[in-house]
């Protein structure tokens, strides 16, 4: 495996995980690294197949700009530079890159080919133009005297260029991104022109990972923190096949869970997995220290710290344990901290990633954190767990705590369980829980007067959301028709003592997150 290596170079892009996503999808090996983690020696030593250059929010005009290792152009490999990885192939190979004065570009663009046919645009420009995503203030202005243009945007000249004796590609735009329509093939373009195998899949990943799992371990011991869901359930399994009996799962009642989901998730684990389940009843602690506290980053890095003491609690009473083991997953790394140690900008911290305390007494193994969530789907069905369980929708760690703005008090959360039990029970009734990415309520921290039973009524607002998503980095409001809003909205206000009225989230991600807090 080793052999096909394909190398991406992190310059701290939001979106660098998606290009290996993009590879991993075409069946192809690759690993990420940043920029400021590579020397000479690490390129000698996994020796890549081929390297492709992130983007990233610096501009190489600054001084001390992320640069990657010179090397990389002088051990004849298959090299593809996107947005700033174009205009840092440019800056080292002797082109030029100047600051956007009224020629940036953000959003669709369409790039226009140069009339040249080359094997890397291969199945591309079938119309005059490619649907591409830009999103650069800098751009090119000089190429090496190697490299040709061969296709061009209204604000980027040199939109794609190459030197196809050497193979090496850079475009300005991200190929790796939905919205450019093409870019997919583009990749694969590239990678066959490096003469990689396509032939990786998850149960490559499995075996991977279960063999780093048991070489970081070795004898000792790990904790796991089960949730429930998904992502937690599939740590759990994963590393209970590596390691057995060494693991030990502690689930966390902190009172922020949905209805019954405590006695569901004990039920499952400890009679239909037969882990080792630890069930540490810490409601009064949470509540208690999330008392008044409203910034949903400060609700965040408190679960985190106490989460984490819970941990540490258990790990004492059981003995001699070394590693804590999460189910985070890479959109939560890459919104709370660069996934690779490149810079990036945090957007939120998850509970389970900036929400942890600087000082820890437990090594971290986070197995899923180059993955998105249906290859954690994928992921699961290789391990044998059932459908059922694997297509549940994705439940933060921080729970309801980030879906009741504003202060949480018992009765707002009772107030929200309710009315999301409604809420998903609608869903599946109609058939649509597996078309959605993720469906919940929200309990606002307002209240309007309402008209039940010629009564007066003040109470809450309720929201509802469901995006359709691909991977979580971006998502679409479901389009639900007005029956299924009117049926399900008349029902939580009969239902929900509390709730006197109901509204439907349509934003999307960007410019909102799929959770409101």
Known sequence: MKDDLVLIIDFGSQVTQLIARRLRELKVYCEIHPFNKISDKFINTIAPKAIILSGGPASVL???????????????????????????????????????????????????????????????????NEQVWMSHGDHVSSIPKNFQVYGESENAPFAIIGDINKHFYAVQFHPEVVHTLNGKILIKNFLQLANVSFNWNMKAYLEKATKIIKEKVGDKKVICALSGGVDSSVTAILIHKAIGDQLTCIYVNNGLMRKNESEEVIKLYSDYFKLNLIEAN???????????????????????????????????????????AQGTLYPDVIESVSFSGAPSATIKSHHNVGGLPKKMNLALIEPLKELFKDEVRNLGKELGIPNNFIDRHPFPGPGLAIRCPGEITNEKLEILRNADEIYIDQIRKYGLYNEIWQAFTVLLPVKTVGVMGDTRTYDYVCALRAVTSIDGMTADYYPFDHTFLSETATKIINNVVGINRVTYDITSKPPGTIEWE
């Open 62 to 128: 600054e001084d001390n700009a992320p640069t990657p290792p010179s090397i990389i152009f002088d051990i004849g490999v298959p090299i593809l530079g996107i947005c700033y990885g174009q205009q840092i192939m440019m800056k080292m190979l002797g082109g030029t890159v100047v600051h956007g004065s009224g020629t940036s570009e953000f959003g669709k663009s369409f790039v226009k080919k140069k009339n040249i046919t080359i094997s890397f645009l291969k199945d591309l420009f079938k119309d005059s």
């Open 282 to 324: 810490e409601e009064q602690t949470f509540l208690t220290n999330l008392k008044s506290v409203t910034d949903p980053e400060e609700k965040r890095k408190i679960i985190g710290k106490l989460f984490i003491n819970v941990f540490e609690k258990y790990a004492l009473e059981i003995g001699e344990v070394d590693f804590l």
